[in-house]
């Protein structure tokens, strides 16, 4: 390749090959980023119960997101058939095991206790309301909207009789572009999503 260029030519032009870069430019490049969902406890203010309920144990989980989301890159929505994988935006650990652990933190905050847990928990351990999620769409577009469309259903405490269920579809506006403002939106998408199951289980409790 080199064989009609002077040593002296040649040598700069491997280390500039050797480092990635042209003559022409330097190569592209681009930093990972890696990103988490935020509970209540995270906010700036104190989060005021709906419910005084210490000893009540919630049992959150299992918690279903399909595959396409439910991956390290974070997928936003392009249209309603369209999606784009982020490459460079990445989740900090599984999606479906931060949505499980961040839901039932806020729902300790909501209902004054410290016993609620995400699945899988102690075969032993004393579950009286179970929240079971199937999670369809938990998408947006930075700097527009970010959605979250769920089925859910909150079983007794043996897991084998429903007490309630229902569908949630929710939307909330991103307040900048980029995608700290879309996670942060998503976290908000989770947080009145915790709100309406606290309320469903308050009514079981009356």
Known sequence: MFKNIGLGCALPLILLLIAGCTPFGPANSQQTKYY??????????QTQPIADLPKLAVGVG?????????????????????VLVD???????????????????????????????AFPWRSNYPIKYQVVIHVIRFDGLPGEEALLRARWIILSEN?????????????????APGMKSLVAAKSRLLEEFSRRIAAAIVALEK
């Open 36 to 45: 988490m969902l935020s509970s209540m406890y995270a906010g700036d203010s």
């Open 87 to 117: 490459q460079f935006s990445l989740w900090a650990g599984p999606l479906s095991e931060s949505f499980s652990l961040v839901l039932a933190e806020n729902l300790s905050v909501l209902l004054n206790t410290d016993q609620s847990v």
């Open 159 to 175: 897991g084998k009789s429903i007490l309630f269920k229902q569908q949630s579809v929710m939307r909330v506006s991103v307040e």
């Open 62 to 82: 299992p918690v279903r997101i399909p595959r396409h989301l439910d991956r390290k890159e974070i997928v936003t929505r392009v249209s309603q058939n369209e």
